[in-house]
């Protein structure tokens, strides 16, 4: 088998080294010693942009997708919205969105080439929080999930506050997706408590149909 190769390092700002490494055509991200993804877990990135955009049940506008990781969520997203619509990913850390323009690009298709994407640079929680801007889908993906937290700064996104706040920054009727590597009945809780129609899916991890399943919360502003 072929040794894996660190391409590049860098740290977060939390000060959480990161690495990006290759063994022929897979990729791997590692955050803190473990490994954050890889390019092969593709299938339940790609399942948070579909179907969330799926469950908005209209053509959306403007879409957020946090963060950006290898770019599958983004480019799903792209893939699915019209000609006219705008997906911003906000990326803490700047050496990953660095890692989409260089060696990771092809991964996802080159998705931060699209003329409708833009790139947030800084937390995904500021962004929600920042006006005027309204999204009618939210797409988080930034930790492994609602309860299991590598940046101990993301637990507030998941908190009754950071899914008020993701309501107040969706359309009415808009769409709040969440990824996670784990079931969270707590949160589930949560997010009807905030006022969504809240629905968990258990999705393959791989687009090759094998291997582990992860969770997505779908969350539906209530008009
Ligand atoms: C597991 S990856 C996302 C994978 C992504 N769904 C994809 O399609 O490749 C998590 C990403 O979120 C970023 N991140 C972590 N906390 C964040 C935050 N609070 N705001 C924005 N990005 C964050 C990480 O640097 C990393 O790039």
Redesign the pocket.
């Known amino acids: 088998m072929l040794p894996w190769e660190t391409l590049d390092t860098a740290t977060?700002p939390d000060g959480e080294s990161?690495d990006l490494r290759r063994r022929g055509d897979e990729f791997l991200?590692r955050a803190g010693g473990y490994d954050?993804?890889s390019s092969e877990d593709?299938g339940s990135?790609k399942a948070?942009s579909s179907l969330g955009l799926l469950e908005l049940g209209r053509p959306a506008q403007h879409v957020l997708v946090?963060?950006?990781?290898?770019?599958?969520?983004?480019r799903e997203a792209l893939d699915l919205v019209g000609p006219e619509a705008t997906v911003e990913v906000?990326?803490?850390?700047e050496a990953?969105v660095r890692w989409n323009q260089g060696p990771l690009a092809d991964v996802?298709r080159r998705p931060l080439e699209d003329p409708r994407a833009r790139v947030f640079h800084?937390?995904?929680?500021a962004r929600i929080r920042k006006p005027p801007q309204r999204f009618d889908a939210i797409l988080l993906?930034?930790?492994n999930g609602p309860d299991a937290l590598a940046?101990d700064?993301?637990g507030a996104?998941y908190s009754s506050s950071g899914l008020a706040a993701a309501r107040d920054a969706l359309t009415p009727g808009g769409v709040l997706g969440v990824?996670s590597f784990s079931d969270d009945r707590k949160f589930t809780a949560r997010c009807k408590k905030a006022g969504f129609e809240t629905e968990v899916k258990k999705v393959q991890a791989s687009r090759k149909g094998r291997g582990r399943f992860h969770y997505i919360w779908i969350a539906k502003r209530r008009p």
Request: charged share 15%; aromatic share 6%.
């Open positions: 977060a990161l991200i954050l993804m593709d990135s948070l946090g963060g950006l990781g290898m770019g599958f969520t983004l906000a990326e803490l850390v990953v996802a800084g937390d995904v929680g993906d930034v930790d940046h700064g993301n996104l990824w």
